[in-house]
């Protein structure tokens, strides 16, 4: 017989399958047991009566992996509709200790360093689960938008030779007789690749060796990076930005509706047309009005601020999301700057910042300028220099942080929730 | 006037069109001119008899970006059937030196390393260009199949605690006041995924510290990992695989027929049923009768008999890939073993293995025994363990080589030339 998956159960009442998974739950009653079978596509209830069959798996604890030959029967109260009797149960692999955390829970009840560390079992938490099975939609719906709009994928290197952005907070590798750098971001690779397609992105993870204890900080995170020539106006790229946006949440809310419910969340509220923009100097102006706090105009906002604002583009505009465009100038090499502001951007949902890009600086005597007044080695950028000497279009790019929009869907307080195996300060494993 | 692609031109004969790009080619006939653009879309040509035109580009040079306005007319000997006549030039960015590369030939008269130090501008050259848009579909390609049989994608981490193999050939990095090592494979984080969602899939770097000087080696590659429990037999991975095979091969037909055309080659020709398999012993045994050289049979396959393999392949199956099953026993930790051979299975594809995969222990004791055998230290690989401890079904995978995948779809010599930006024992940059 072939294999039946649990969802499938409910297009074969009243006939016999085969079906493999985990045992996730085992209710003794006495008479009448309920195993709930976990496999790829969800859960199903097994009744068992026979009590030679409940012998069988109630010496073993949950995860067991078993094989069950069984008769599907219509059931109001079961979740898919169906439950599986008459169950011939075989183990094809016991678990013959009781698990460290009960990850069968509807909730783990643990802190989150004990979830994390053990991890592989607790990602099989039905609601845990749901987090990245979204993730995984988050990545195709990316990379889906993009391409529809003539955007190509490429692989950006880890390695690099130089630190891409400065030399601050950069994880130093041992590379045969010298040294090596891990990416900070692909941010080079994806303006030098502008000059051969024109639209770009590249899905890749980035090193950041900043030793920050807070539920914001990770050392390597999957940033989600898109770069665009012959841009006209910031208009034309926050556009691009936009649909990508809506494109991932409609995709999450078309293919993880379940996921969705079992958290009690709805994705981001977004705005019928074009999304909010406040320029950074604006958006310190009305803060002060409302909080009377005043932040400091040279340094970028901080948390709270990002949260004040948010509260506002909620309250003026019903929308989770805003645009903080031109913040005050920075010291990057290849952001083009407007007198005392940057013509950059931010998207903010929920509180946090979420995605990040500026308008770049397209010429070359432009930008060996900058790099010499802000004392950068030209030597170590050579490559970079010659998509710049060799012809680059007017561009500019964008970078979503994979693991902040999946925290932010949930809401979560920490981004190591939305993380599958979280690096940090203190956490290189599992 | 809203910007048109070169390739959209074919519909907007008789019409004024706004084109944007690069200039790739100029040739000065004198009464007429000839200017080939570059955009995302291709290449198309615009016929200057304006001498005031004609000025404004041919002080640049090659890279030169463009703004034209100009009208459609048909042509028959152009390239898409159609080019642009009135054009009115605005330079947006000019080049003021000379390449040091001529790109914009059809061939690049340069050798490998020179390419390769130039590669923000030899990438624009349009055989090279081709070459990393069939990469592209390669990756949309494995995704779309491994998601259709309900793989899901998930992100592994790239810094590890612990090597992820082996002690040999890892990098070592320096993580705050201890150390870190970079991931050699997804290996162990997908082997604890099957555990969450049965089946799994990932696209990563992997870094490999081995200090070869070959065609074949980079220290930062590309991988495509698969995984999936509850598989019952060789047969049951084998047609997954090959369904992927199959399917990253029509879409690149489908996709890249133009790019292929450009090279002259077409994708590994398959058979039309299941792909050949032989074991690694009879192989030896063919290669003997063939050859009259005898391998070493406690070693792997050398590149050497990997194409004699191949050779045979072709002409006994007509088809330019076959399954090596069987392999020696080998000291992984994780790999099944059946008398004096494992459960393994590499493809191989013109010459070179190209997939790698096995059957894996997933039974918990017996994996604890094999590690203790082989000296593993346990405490080293406790979430690896964990996940077995606590259930795992029988299970396998496999691990495609982006970069080789690429290569043979070429046939290039060099693995260097399907790498966007190789990283080797000298190279680690651009």
Redesign the interface.
């Given at each position: 017989m072939n294999?039946t998956l649990a969802t499938e159960c409910k297009n074969k009442v009243g006939k016999p399958v085969l079906l493999?998974?985990?045992?996730n739950q085992l209710r003794e009653l006495g008479k009448i047991n309920f195993l709930i079978l976990r496999?790829?596509?969800g859960y199903i209830q097994l009744v068992i009566e026979d009590k030679k069959e409940l012998e069988k798996v109630s010496k073993y604890?949950?995860?067991?992996?078993i094989e069950v030959e069984g008769e599907v029967q219509e059931s109001k109260q079961a979740e898919l509709g169906v439950e599986i009797i008459k169950p011939k149960i075989t183990v094809?692999?016991p678990?013959e200790?009781a698990?460290p955390v009960e990850y069968n829970k509807d909730e783990i009840q643990a802190e989150l360093p004990t979830i994390l560390n053990?991890?592989?079992?607790t990602?099989?938490n039905r609601k845990i689960?749901a987090v990245?099975?979204v993730?995984?939609t988050v990545?195709?719906a990316f990379?889906e938008a993009l391409?529809s709009k003539?955007f190509?994928?490429?692989?950006?290197?880890?390695?690099?030779?130089?630190p891409s952005e400065s030399g601050a907070d950069v994880?130093?590798?041992?590379?045969?007789d010298g040294k090596?750098y891990?990416a900070q971001s692909p941010q080079?690779?994806k303006q030098?690749?502008v000059?051969?397609?024109?639209?770009v992105f590249t899905i890749?993870?980035v090193?950041r060796?900043e030793?920050h204890h807070t539920n914001r900080h990770l050392?390597?995170l999957?940033h989600m990076d898109g770069e665009m020539?012959?841009v006209t106006s910031l208009d034309e790229v926050l556009e691009v930005i936009e649909y990508v946006v809506r494109h991932i949440f409609e995709k999450v809310n078309e293919k993880n509706a379940d996921e969705l419910k079992l958290w009690n969340v709805t994705t981001p509220k977004l705005p019928d047309g074009k999304f909010p923009r406040v320029k950074v100097k604006e958006a310190f102006e009305m803060l002060q009005k409302r909080t009377g706090k005043s932040p400091d105009r040279k340094l970028d906002p901080e948390p709270e601020d990002e949260r004040g604002i948010c509260k506002w583009a909620m309250e003026e505009y019903n929308s989770d999301v805003i645009w903080l465009t031109h913040y005050y100038k920075n010291k990057n090499l290849y952001t083009q700057n407007e007198g005392e502001f940057s013509l950059s951007y931010d998207l903010l949902c929920r509180g946090i910042e979420w995605l990040t890009g500026t308008i770049r600086i397209?010429?070359y005597k432009k930008l060996v300028e900058g790099m010499k007044k802000e004392g950068f080695d030209l030597k170590n950028y050579?490559?970079?220099l010659?998509?710049f000497?060799?012809?680059?279009?007017?561009e500019a790019g964008f970078s979503f942080g994979?693991e902040r929009i999946t925290q932010k869907i949930f809401d979560f307080d920490n981004v190591r929730e939305a993380t599958?195996?979280p690096?940090d300060?203190e956490r290189?494993?599992?």
């Open positions: 294999r493999k998974g985990w045992m496999d790829r596509s604890y949950v995860g067991t992996v094809l692999n678990v200790e698990p053990y991890r592989p079992i990602l099989r689960q990245f099975k993730q995984a990545l195709e990379r391409r003539d190509v994928e490429f692989r950006n290197p880890v390695l690099m030779k130089t994880f130093e590798v041992k590379y045969f090596a891990l080079f690779y030098m690749m000059g051969v397609f024109e639209r890749s993870p090193f060796a030793k050392t390597e999957t020539g012959f397209h010429e050579e490559g970079y010659q998509a000497k060799y012809g680059m279009p007017p994979l599958l195996f690096r300060v290189l494993a599992p």
